[in-house]
């Protein structure tokens, strides 16, 4: 037993060294015949606990657990699962709309490179009022000429001239077969363009059966009055033979019969037109769309 010489404490713990209330270094105490007189203690008070080497460990009050209870985790789980779920669905939703769109611009694109050369009823323009004599009727597209079998024929398109761009628009040859008629290839010459031409040419020699034309610029009625379209033009063939083709002065697409003739190429010539109601200072000439019935 050790005791504490400043206080009277006593230890049982032979192993301390100092006093656990003052500090004061034990002293060893030896038993006496007599028990211990009744010692009167002062106020308890919270020690301050020493190390072996004289530093002091602080005690902490017990400031309790800061984890959540089970129960509030619980309730978090359906908050967090339903954010995940909702976000999921959004971007499925997004993923959803995106594909729509280019499935639906794809789609377009390839009808306008596969329809027949069909009229298409669904089509129609508001007749504007043309010169007399001139008659503006509902239109339809020309697309991409093809076989019975359907195998698909490369064309080449050239002319003898070509209209200078305005702005945006063009009047390139290549126009005459782009499946739009709100494009044309329009001659670059002065007055009516009389003479002048556009060529196609084919991979491959074919049995040409018709020609598909929309004789003047169909971008609209009242630009298809305004400008000139074709009245008749001489088609030549690679076999040295040719036809002599005539239109109606309408806004509307027209067929031309040529028989059967075997060739690699095709050279339409302006020979004759319907003048329109706004000539101006170039007098111009149009064809929007041009395509080809041909078997094997």
Known sequence: MKRCPKCNRKYEDNTL??????????SAVTRDAEPPTTEILPPRVQPTLKSSAGSTIPSYPNVGD???????????NPILTAGVVAIALLLLALVGIAAYFVLRQSGGNESAKTSTNEPNTNRKSTPASPEPGRS????????????QTGTPLKITPSASSVRLAVQANTYYAANAMDGKRST?????????????WIRFDFDREINLHRILIQPGYFKSPSIWAENNCIATLTAYFSDGSSRDL????????????????KTRWVKLVIKSVYHGTNPGSTDD??????AFEWGP
């Open 285 to 290: 000439t149009a064809i929007s769309e041009v």
């Open 17 to 26: 060294r100092f006093c656990l209330e003052d500090g004061s270094t034990l």
């Open 66 to 76: 800061f984890r959540a209870a089970p129960s509030e985790a619980r309730q978090s």
């Open 184 to 196: 044309a290839w329009i001659e670059g010459v002065d007055g009516p363009g009389l003479g002048e």
């Open 246 to 261: 005539t239109f109606d002065d309408r806004m509307d697409s027209q067929k031309a019969e040529v028989g059967s003739v």
């Open 136 to 147: 503006a009727s509902p239109s339809t597209e020309i697309a991409s000429s093809e076989s």
